[in-house]
């Protein structure tokens, strides 16, 4: 374990082995040797990086159902789907990992329609798109129900 007066510069310089060191520290009880400056924003940062990756993966999500839904290229669909399918794997795993976050869907799910709503539109601008996500937009249906399946035909333009 390091002392405490180098913890900023082994911080700085080398942050695998600064949570090494932390951790070793905190196992050990040692909390009067703890670089608790780096670690409460090293936790904090754990919380941030956590929230943006539920409104990052609902933003790819979202563009594809989009692209899936309204975009008349019947060649691409293979792959939005496959994007679909492993954007909602990722969501489950992260939502089994971090429960918590399920308290925040809708709130982010607010956030990612409109970023991806705004990047689908200017990626097909002939084509037209919903000001409002038009299916339930709960975390079961979200994960689970291929809405294409069921989605009228809709008379889209082509790409």
């Known amino acids: 374990m390091f002392p405490t007066q180098n913890l900023n510069l082994l911080y ?6 600064w949570a090494e060191d932390t951790v070793a520290k ?3 009880r040692d909390f009067d040797h703890l670089d608790l400056e780096h670690l409460i924003e090293e936790v904090e940062a754990l919380g941030i990086s956590q929230k943006k990756e539920l409104i990052s993966r609902l933003i790819v999500l979202l ?3 989009l ?3 309204y975009v008349n290229l019947p060649h691409d669909y293979n792959g939005w ?8 794997g990722e969501l489950e795993v992260l939502l089994d990992a971090v429960p918590s976050l399920s ?7 607010d956030k990612a329609w409109q970023i991806a709503l705004k990047n689908t539109r200017k990626e ?11 299916y339930d937009r709960s975390i079961e249906p979200m ?4 809405m294409w399946l069921e989605a009228p035909e809709e008379s889209v333009e082509s790409e």
């Open 103 to 109: 308290g925040r869907w809708e709130l982010s799910f």
């Open 81 to 88: 789907e496959r994007t679909i399918r492993t954007q909602r």
């Open 12 to 17: 700085d310089q080398d942050i695998l082995l």
């Open 124 to 134: 097909y601008p002939k084509t037209s798109f919903p000001a409002e996500w038009p």
């Open 63 to 65: 563009e594809h159902l």
């Open 143 to 146: 994960l689970n129900h291929d």
């Open 67 to 69: 692209k899936r839904l």
């Open 26 to 28: 905190l196992r050990a």
